[in-house]
């Protein structure tokens, strides 16, 4: 099978999105199937819609070798008038991590934002959707049926062997309760709210790991920084940037509790690999992370932008040991009963194979 996939970037980008396209493209050429990656330079979205006059993507496309396009949604504003032009050649299939316009922002941007991103769902002809919550938001939108698969991220990164005696152990282990935040420095992520949080714990020994990049919004990662700073939590909150696989597995396995309050994910595959390493998750109950958490059992889930309610949890966790130890020792099973990478995207492979055989029967 010959697929092309249409991504921002490179493949090697850091973030859930990205490793869930990785992971695909390894699945499918080890299943000996070719793939071809078009890469849309990163730009701001405004310059993303300009895209669609572009002669080059759209000669990429046409004269692209393929037996069925996948299309990270991400994409969706350099695409949603390119698919047209285009359409009738291959099957379109869009991955779907999380739709724009499901972010928490001012309703008129969202219903901006919903005027495109509607055109572009509804120029393709299938889905691959991460989490029942993404697949219900497109729904919700196009109001039409499209053929699709639900194929869930998974945390098996890491080749792991926590045990729950490892998990009790670390839990009863002296010294402060160690946070790990992983993730992109962006608003979108709310480490602001953790930090608030922290403040608002007192005196109770906690400590936070950041990691993740700086970069992506500068202006608000320094807004974070300086709030660390401004609140005197210099000597808690330690800011390591975005980490290779070693290092950032030995935060994995030093942290006590993962901890990413966004005001809305997709899906939320940091929570799994936390959870892999007998780590409760703590997210917000916006968007699809009560998919992967169940509250009070292997996790919690806090209302979005709540800083008192995610102190209480995090001085509940930082002084009942027990507590942490059981809601670890659930988080691994938890994480036992998810699929594998392996699971789910050979799945998504399969979907492919079937579209494409539809495709061609119907030539």
């Known amino acids: 099978m010959r697929v092309g996939l249409i991504i921002y970037g490179s493949l090697d980008t850091l973030s859930g999105g990205y490793l869930y396209d990785r992971r695909l493209v390894e699945t499918l050429e080890r299943a000996g199937d070719t793939v071809r990656i078009i890469g849309i330079p990163w730009r701001n979205y405004g310059r993303h819609l300009t895209d669609v006059f572009s002669r080059r993507l759209r000669r990429d496309l046409k004269s692209a070798k393929v037996d069925v396009m996948l299309q990270d949604e991400l994409n969706h504003p350099s695409l949603w008038r390119v698919n047209g032009a285009v359409r009738g050649r291959w099957p379109i299939i869009s991955i779907v991590h999380h739709l724009r316009m499901s972010e ?6 969202n219903r901006a934002y919903g005027v495109i991103e509607r055109r572009y769902l509804r120029s393709v002809d299938g889905f691959v959707f991460n989490s029942e919550t993404t697949r219900k938001a497109v729904h919700d939108q196009i109001r039409t049926e499209k053929p699709n698969v639900l194929a869930y991220p998974a945390g098996d990164r890491f080749d792991v062997s926590m045990t ?5 152990e670390r839990a009863n282990a002296d010294g402060p309760l160690r946070i790990l935040f992983l993730g992109n420095v962006i608003e979108r992520k709310q480490l602001h709210v953790l930090i608030e949080a922290l403040g608002l714990t007192g005196n ?10 700086l970069e992506v919004e500068p ?14 939590l210099g000597d808690r909150v330690i800011f390591h940037g975005p980490l290779a696989d070693d290092a950032l597995r030995a935060h994995f396995e030093q942290a006590h509790v ?27 109950d916006s ?7 169940t509250d009070r059992r292997d996790g919690f889930l806090i209302p979005t932008g709540s800083a008192p309610e995610l102190s209480m949890r995090l001085r ?4 009942d040991r027990k507590r942490l130890a059981r ?12 699929p594998t990478w392996e699971q789910s995207m050979t799945s998504v492979r399969e979907f492919l194979l079937e579209t494409v055989e539809k495709a061609n029967a119907g030539t």
């Open 164 to 168: 729950e005696q490892d998990v009790t």
């Open 104 to 109: 928490k922002r001012a309703a008129w941007k």
């Open 204 to 213: 109770v020994g906690i400590r936070v790991d950041v990691v993740g990049g």
């Open 258 to 284: 993962l901890v990413v309050p966004s005001s809305y994910e997709g899906f939320g595959i940091v929570y799994l690999e936390g959870m892999a390493f007998g780590m409760p998750a703590i997210a917000t």
């Open 327 to 338: 809601m670890g020792a659930q988080a691994l099973k938890r994480f036992a009963r998810h």
């Open 287 to 293: 968007g699809a992370a009560h998919e992967i958490i």
């Open 219 to 232: 202006e608000y990662a320094n807004k974070v920084r300086q709030q660390v700073e401004n609140d005197g």
């Open 316 to 319: 509940d966790l930082a002084t």
